[in-house]
């Protein structure tokens, strides 16, 4: 591992679990919870995902937790960096293109076989696509990596 990929990871403070995980599981960026304690899915949403996890019988300790955005939007606002049209069309900034970058660049180090979308601007991130909700349960291949 470079130097670079090593600071990289370093910095993402909102992100959690082995390399070697089987699953990365991305959401968008972290809460008011995350950004106070600065850890990955520790609010509430993160207690509905270890239940979640645990009830399918996954491990959260043997998966990889990611974000796209490594900060705490204001009023949990997303639409400075990046918005879609009524037709999922996406207009993003250099900020969201930076943080895609970096998240391609931190999964790349994974080993992971799964990586799970965790809100329509990570499918978008991942996949291209926008619409989460329609799509659970689908298998999309990557546009990212």
Known sequence: MTPEIQALLERAIFTEGPLDADVVLVGEAPGYQESLKGGAFIGPAGELLTQLLSSAGINRGRCR?????????EQDDLTPYIKFNNRGAAAHTPLYE????????????????????????????????????????????????
Do not use: D
């Open 65 to 73: 937790l990611e974000n796209v955005f490594q900060f705490h939007p």
């Open 98 to 145: 930076r943080a895609r970058e970096e998240l391609r660049l931190r999964l790349l180090q994974t080993s992971a076989n799964v990586i799970v979308p965790l809100g329509n601007i990570a499918l978008y991130t991942l996949a291209g696509l926008t619409g989460i909700t329609k799509r659970r349960g689908s298998i999309y291949p990557s546009t990212l990596l």
